[in-house]
């Protein structure tokens, strides 16, 4: 099994930063891919930024500019540096790991991100 601990949510005010972080532990072996998703009230969740593990990213076009996706691999964390956040940024936000070998999905639990105008 797999664990994913998110930390880092928070209310913020229009234009201010949070920092995510995704912490995963258990059996993860090989490769992997990392990414974070956001789900706001009545849609779908979104991509909003992925990493492989030759450190290409891709990002979801309305974060582009504001949000970096990063790694410690040594920690086996992912990070999500979030600026100049809009309202419509707000959502809870998922983190999830590919593993590569075994091709298993792993979910975070969620953290919720709020952006007050």
């Known amino acids: 099994q797999v664990q994913l601990v998110e930390s880092g949510g928070g209310l913020v005010q229009v234009g201010g930063s949070l920092r995510l972080s995704c912490a995963a532990s258990?059996?993860?072996?090989?490769?992997?891919?990392m990414g974070w998703y956001r789900q706001a009230p009545g849609k779908q969740r979104e991509l909003v930024a992925r990493?492989?593990?030759?450190?290409?990213?891709n990002y979801e076009d309305s974060v582009k500019g504001r949000f970096t996706i990063s790694t410690d691999n040594a920690k086996r964390t992912a990070y999500l540096q979030m600026n100049n956040l809009k309202p419509e940024d707000t959502a809870v936000y998922y983190c999830?790991?590919?593993?590569?070998?075994?091709?298993?999905?792993?979910w975070g639990q969620g953290t919720q991100v709020t952006v007050s105008s």
């Open positions: 258990g059996m993860i072996f090989g490769i992997y891919n």
């Open positions: 990493i492989t593990n030759g450190g290409t990213t």
């Open positions: 999830k790991i590919e593993l590569v070998l075994t091709r298993h999905d792993y």
